[in-house]
């Protein structure tokens, strides 16, 4: 599932993970990296176990609720096969043997799936438009879903999606709580199905958004990890747009290190960043082509590459080209952002 509403504060969060590596005094933070690290393991620990005896007493729960629903109907369809058998005695075995024969839970099972996948898909184009209602009631409904089936991967990963578009809505002082409670659904959807590549691209998205509340060496471990998921998901759906504009992004703001950040940087990255300002463009030109439209805010990083590699003239093109399209995000700052630099570069038109 792809689209550009998904993104509208991804932007400041990939600069925040890949440029904070400028500013790290290594041995101190270090340090600080492995307390960290055991309060997050001990954090995760509790969090798990939580969720684990609230699943089992919901899943006793279910279990106990079906049994009783089975029985119930089995015996009404005994009482009835044996009114029919008092009156029309000759055909009593028949009777019997259809009723051992009749199996309800395959209709149920045919039925609810169709309801659900129903259900998800309804949650999907709520999810995808830039309506805070449509969201928020999208997100009431993954609530109560992962209520009734917490170990759900689709169920878990559209709510990780959920509270990341919930966490623009509320107050700084809960946003970092949406964000958490986001990338411990997606967690828990990858540790049931790790081939789901939209579990790994909200994963990385919300770890993007986490960057926001992060120490500066946790700034740097979360740019690993966001590149980890976003690699992953690419590779199990190269087609998807989002994820090329994702990584267009980070390739942008790995082009924009300099030489003493990209040091620092190789403390800490298993391969440091790199990328140029061509591969960057390359992956935004990808995302458009496999969005089969323009997209405003992909057109503003496409002028950013340009303006980077001194194209000017076709950088003034590009931006006059955002600058006409409707902003169909949350983020107000990308019209601004777009008007500031036709306003710095228009001599070269």
């Known amino acids: 599932m792809t689209s550009n509403n998904s993104l509208y ?35 995760r620990l509790d969090r798990q ?47 019997s043997s259809d009723l051992e024969f009749y199996d309800f839970s395959d209709d149920e099972t045919i039925s609810a799936t169709i309801s659900t996948d129903q259900l998800l898909k309804d949650i999907d184009d709520k999810l995808n438009v830039a309506d805070i209602n449509q969201v928020s009631d999208a997100f009431d409904r993954l609530v109560g879903l992962n209520g009734e089936q917490p170990r759900d991967a689709q169920i878990l990963w559209r709510l990780g999606k959920a509270y990341h578009k919930m966490s623009a809505t509320v107050e700084d002082s809960i946003k970092q709580d949406y964000i958490n409670k986001g990338i411990d659904c997606c967690e828990v959807a990858l540790d049931v199905d790790g081939n789901i590549a939209e579990a790994h691209k909200w994963f990385a998205i919300l770890v993007g958004s986490r960057s926001n509340y992060q120490s500066i060496q946790g700034k740097i471990s979360d740019g690993y990890l966001f590149k980890q998921h976003i690699d992953a998901a690419i590779t199990i759906n190269p087609n998807d747009s989002t994820l090329h504009h994702m990584l267009g992004r980070f390739t942008y703001e790995s082009a924009n290190l300099k030489w003493y950040e990209r040091k620092v940087a190789a403390t800490f990255f298993a391969e440091p960043p790199s990328g140029t300002f061509d591969e960057a463009l390359e992956h935004f030109i990808v995302a458009e082509r496999l969005l089969g439209k323009d997209w405003k805010e992909n057109k503003l990083l496409m002028a950013k590459c340009q303006i980077a590699l001194g194209r000017y003239q076709e950088a003034i093109q590009t931006l006059k080209i955002a600058d006409a399209m409707v902003n169909d995000s949350l983020d107000t700052s990308i019209d601004s952002e777009i008007k500031v630099l036709l306003q710095k570069y228009n001599t070269y038109s």
């Open 49 to 95: 176990l939580s969720g684990m005896q609230q699943e089992l007493k919901q899943l006793q729960s279910l279990q106990t609720e079906r049994r009783n629903a089975k029985s119930k109907r089995l015996k009404n369809a005994v009482s009835k096969n044996t009114s029919i058998a008092s009156t029309y005695s000759n055909t009593l075995e028949a009777d």
């Open 9 to 43: 504060v991804l932007g400041a969060a990939v600069v925040g993970i890949v440029s904070a590596a400028g500013l790290f005094i290594v041995e101190h933070l270090r340090q600080e990296r492995r307390r960290h690290a055991l309060a997050q393991d001990l954090a």
